[in-house]
């Protein structure tokens, strides 16, 4: 059951952030309107990592960020004149102290402010504004520190209009057959599909003629579409897999038919993605959300059966498994049962609206097909998100006695949920290579399941470079990796035998288990191209493991051969080392691995460690962020004052103690400024130490002194929090 909790987290994860599924059901949610849709901006930091797009794509580990300089833009299209009653920016460290928000109907002029700041706060703002536009644009024009804009995300909520140019939207009168598509492409006509034979000896029929499953979840945004989806079949791929199914998949489904993809047209059922993803529905009770998201599914239904990308309907995912995040014991096997009844009848209703295409349910692991047996007849076939245990769900499959054929809609690579921790603690990502062969046993697992296993789309073909997007991504900024090819030249596709990305055979990091904040560290790659094409090396940080960061950090790095520096980051606790190798033909090579940021070593005598400690104030909400935590040796608890412009924390040694060096590491909430004092009675105060100019991480400085008292006073705050430390270390050297 450990195995199963651990993979709900992460699906979770990937599917709420990097996988934001448009079109979602949802019960009186305000509409994002600008998710997905396409962004410019006035400049990008890094084109393949921190593009604008990223700030619209419903990933909250992915950013924008721009050049150091005033003034800045970032914009995105609507897609029509809608009405825009609220803004949510999420603000990256690099935020805009001044900034307005604009709408425009034509993009390129007409604008007009509907928000104005010169004290922006950063991190989340939600923004109650009024106004109507298609455009709508953030002009940064005052950057709250040296760096420049970034955002993980930049929401657009609102009312969209009408466009009468569509022929999907069900609001007009003079709808056509979405089943016709705008322009003519290989798929001009609706489908009939249908699971075929029985018995073990089933097929899936396409207009009578048996078709396999071989394809990818798709990534880019809708809009993308008709930019990504040769990638896609270049693979040789024939199918896409969305998550949610509303307006914007017509840009999809067009997009599909032109290039000769069908889709499995997927519809989000709460909790989705695993425990925790879209909040808790009981679905004994709940009737006006099983109501109203049945009718939202059959409206879709209804718009996009004769559509000639449709290949099927996959109602739900992962939400057997994210159950377990709301529910417990005997509740829980009522209300799982619950939602496979539900499904069930939203399958009948599906089935009397369109009876050409058959019907799945996806969840995370075959212990989801026994509610689905009890529960789901009207099922035409079975799906599950499998990684490294793609080979064992024949097993299953058998020992069940299931009267369904499968497709895996999920698999590749093992997670992280399923691998073996490395030396400092954390989940041993694989290799490009070993990533690339999971691929191919994948597929040869399923299809040896002879009759029973009817294909797969595969995870994941998306965009992002960020935590997420290097575990499970095949062309991470549009570049193509190992496991892209590995693909094509199992599904004999166009993209077979052509140039190929760099080769990462091995990367070490000497010493990872106790790299030194703040001081350069090397790891080694053993790195070679199969066409000879000049290489560029690009490195990167992730703190997933110490703060759950989605998102890499570009780093600057020094090149010697295959003998790569870079400075240690300042925060303690395992990091994660990326470094992508790009050949300048579409192709990367990706290799991670973990190091540990321990403190600089202090020699002598922690006069403080487990000493008594108070505070001017301390946060009790969650965790226990009182003054003892900043003493006492762990450099994964810390102090937390209130959020004041000052503060103090101060230590009682128990009686004069010598002492001459410290040592204070920060939390991201640091003092600029501050004083060490020391008292004998804890009244009278003396100031051995003053720093102004202070920049977090870790600060260790000289400061000598006998005394029973030591405080920290905190005098200008760093960022708009308050004060927060890991540790303070008062040293009596040798």
């Known amino acids: 059951m450990r195995v199963l909790a651990l993979s709900a987290a992460v699906a979770a994860t990937l599917v709420a952030t990097v996988l934001a599924a448009p079109g979602q059901a949802a019960v009186a949610a305000p509409v994002n309107l600008s998710q997905g849709k396409p962004a410019t901006a006035s400049s990008v930091e890094n084109a393949d990592y921190t593009p604008a797009s990223a700030a619209f794509d419903g990933d909250a580990g992915t950013r924008w960020s721009s050049l150091w300089s005033d003034p800045q833009w970032i914009q995105v299209d ?17 935020y805009a102290k001044a900034y307005e928000i604009q709408v425009s109907d034509t993009g390129t002029g007409g604008w007009t402010t509907i928000h104005s700041t010169t004290t922006g706060p950063g991190g989340t703002e939600s923004l109650d504004v009024d106004g109507e536009g298609r455009f709508v644009r953030l002009q940064g024009t005052a950057r709250a520190n040296g760096y420049g804009y970034s955002l993980w995300e930049f929401q657009v909520f609102g009312t969209a209009g009408t466009d009468p140019t569509d022929p999907t939207d069900p609001t007009d009168p003079g709808e056509v057959d979405p089943g016709h598509p705008n322009e003519p492409g290989p798929f ?41 989806m040769p990638g896609l079949t270049g693979m040789g791929a024939n199918t896409t897999r969305t998550w949610g199914t509303g ?66 309907w996959s109602v739900g995912n992962e939400s057997l498994l994210g159950l377990q995040n709301c529910f417990s014991g005997d509740v829980l096997e009522a209300e799982r049962n619950a939602y496979a009844a539900y499904v069930n009848e939203v399958a009948v209703a599906i089935k009397a609206i369109d009876p050409n295409h058959p019907i799945t349910s996806t969840d995370a692991w075959t212990g989801s097909w026994p509610y689905y047996k009890a529960n789901t007849p009207a099922l035409d076939l079975l799906a599950v998100n499998s990684y490294g245990d ?4 024949q097993e299953t499959w058998e020992d069940g006695d299931y009267d369904w054929p499968y497709i895996v809609t999920e698999g590749g690579a093992a997670g992280e949920w399923e691998v073996p921790d490395d030396a400092n603690g954390v989940p041993d990502e694989p290799t490009d290579i070993e990533k690339g062969e999971a691929l191919r046993d994948s597929w040869r697992c399923i299809t040896e399941h002879e009759g029973v296993g009817l294909g797969a789309t595969f995870f994941h073909y998306g965009l992002e470079g960020d935590f997420g997007g290097v575990w499970f991504n095949v062309n991470p ?65 992730n703190s997933k493991y110490i703060d759950n960061a989605g998102g890499v950090e570009y780093v600057e790095h020094q090149r010697s051969g295959d003998a790569i520096t ?64 900043a003493f006492d040796g762990d450099p994964a608890t810390r102090w937390s004052a209130e959020w004041a412009p000052t503060g103090w924390i101060q230590v009682d040694l128990g009686s004069p103690k010598a002492f001459d060096r410290f040592q204070l590491v920060w ?38 002194g006998t005394a029973r008292y030591v405080r920290l006073n905190l005098t200008e705050r760093g960022t708009e929090w308050g004060y927060s430390l890991f540790e303070v270390g008062v040293y009596d050297l040798p």
């Open 78 to 94: 609507l897609g029509q004149e809608s009405t825009i009653d609220r803004v949510d920016l999420r603000w990256e460290g690099a």
């Open 188 to 228: 001009t006509t609706p489908s009939v599909v249908e699971v075929a034979g029985g018995d073990g000896g089933w097929s899936l029929q396409v207009n009578g003629k048996p078709y396999t499953v071989k394809g990818f979840t798709w990534g880019p945004s809708f809009a993308e579409a008709d930019t990504y």
């Open 247 to 312: 307006a914007d998949t017509k840009t999809l489904l067009d997009s599909a038919a032109e290039h000769g993809v069908r889709v499995v047209n997927g519809f989000w059922l709460l909790p989705g993605g695993g425990p925790g993803s879209g909040g808790c529905i009981n679905y004994t009770t709940d009737t006006t959300y099983k109501s109203t998201t049945k009718t939202d599914i059959l409206n879709w239904v209804e718009v996009y059966k004769s559509h000639p990308a449709t290949l099927m």
């Open 390 to 393: 793609v080979c064992n769900i």
């Open 477 to 541: 900024g549009g570049n193509k990796r190992l496991g892209y090819y590995t693909v094509a030249d199992m599904w004999n596709g166009s993209a077979a035998g052509g140039n190929t990305p760099p080769r990462i055979t091995s990367m070490s990091i000497p010493s990872s288990g106790s790299i030194v904040a703040g001081e350069p560290f090397t790891f080694g790659l053993s790195v070679s191209d199969p066409d000879g094409d000049p290489l560029k090396y690009v490195t990167f940080f």
């Open 566 to 629: 870079v400075v240690a980051p300042q925060k303690l606790g395992v990091w994660k080392a990326y470094v992508f190798v790009e050949d300048g033909k579409g192709n990367v090579g990706v290799e991670t691995r973990s190091f540990k940021v321990v403190p600089p070593a202090v020699s002598g005598t922690n006069v403080a460690l487990g000493k008594t400690a108070t505070a001017s104030s301390f946060q009790t909400w969650g965790d226990n962020y009182s003054p003892g935590r």
């Open 667 to 704: 939390e991201a909430a640091y003092a600029k400024s501050y004083e060490v004092q020391t008292s004998n009675d804890g009244t009278s105060w003396s100031t051995v130490k003053t720093v102004t100019g202070g920049d977090g991480g870790i600060d260790t400085f000289d400061a000598a």
